[in-house]
């Protein structure tokens, strides 16, 4: 039986949300076709009616989820995103929370097409926080973006490192307190 345009779209649509979770759960390499497939509800060989390879596939699940972080993320005070994304609940969520933290290190080993699709989320990423930095002052600040750079970098450093520990332990568990507090402390300070 042949499904519809929109039915293929849908499906398309949900192969993409499953890979971006998994993805950022496992990494490009822990997730094959077959398993990322069986766990969308489908057949392997439905793969290749939708992409025309994995690496297809990453980029646009990647495209997707960061599009979902860039938007969180202008929805947010400067204040509340570090609250938000420097915890513990955010480090335990791999595969709903951000793509950077997730992702950058296996990012920085695929192919340009990939890497592009992560500069452009770091850059929207970049455009929410500056402009959430900027609400409210009566003059703009001259190094808004630069203190953006250097507060994300920090947040997804932090998250990565936590994460590179066990959950439960102190160090995963005191990195993202002192990362948390020193960027609280930079933000007021610069307000």
């Given at each position: 039986?042949?499904?519809?345009?929109?039915?293929?779209?849908?499906?398309?649509?949900?192969?993409?949300?499953?890979?971006?979770?998994?993805?950022?759960?496992?990494g490009?390499?822990?997730?094959?076709?077959?398993?990322?497939?069986?766990?969308?509800?489908?057949?392997?060989?439905?793969?290749?009616?939708?992409?025309?390879?994995?690496?297809?596939?990453?980029?646009?699940?990647?495209?997707?989820?960061?599009?979902?972080?860039?938007?969180?993320?202008?929805?947010?005070e400067?204040?509340?995103?570090?609250?938000?994304?420097?915890s513990?609940?955010?480090?335990?969520?791999?595969?709903?929370?951000?793509?950077?933290?997730?992702?950058?290190?296996?990012?920085?080993?695929?192919?340009?097409?990939?890497?592009?699709?992560?500069?452009?989320?770091?850059?929207?990423?970049?455009?929410?926080?500056?402009?959430?930095?900027?609400?409210?002052?009566?003059?703009?600040?001259?190094?808004?973006?630069?203190?953006?750079?250097?507060?994300?970098?920090?947040?997804?450093?932090?998250?990565?490192?936590?994460?590179a520990?066990?959950?439960?332990?102190?160090?995963?568990?005191?990195?993202?307190?002192?990362?948390?507090?020193?960027?609280?402390?930079?933000?007021?300070?610069?307000?």
């Amino acid at each position: 039986m042949k499904i519809t345009k929109t039915q293929s779209l849908a499906n398309r649509a949900h192969i993409v949300e499953t890979a971006s979770a998994l993805f950022r759960e496992r990494g490009y390499d822990g997730v094959g076709v077959a398993e990322l497939m069986a766990t969308a509800g489908f057949t392997q060989g439905g793969f290749y009616k939708h992409f025309a390879s994995k690496a297809d596939l990453m980029a646009e699940a990647a495209q997707h989820s960061l599009s979902k972080s860039s938007a969180s993320a202008a929805e947010l005070e400067v204040a509340d995103f570090i609250n938000v994304y420097v915890s513990k609940r955010h480090r335990d969520a791999r595969a709903t929370g951000c793509t950077l933290a997730a992702l950058c290190g296996d990012a920085a080993r695929q192919p340009e097409a990939l890497k592009t699709t992560f500069a452009s989320g770091v850059e929207n990423t970049l455009a929410a926080l500056e402009k959430n930095a900027q609400a409210g002052l009566q003059t703009p600040a001259p190094n808004a973006r630069e203190q953006m750079i250097e507060l994300l970098a920090q947040a997804v450093g932090a998250l990565m490192l936590s994460r590179a520990c066990a959950d439960d332990s102190a160090l995963a568990d005191e990195i993202l307190e002192v990362c948390r507090g020193g960027l609280l402390r930079r933000q007021h300070e610069q307000h």
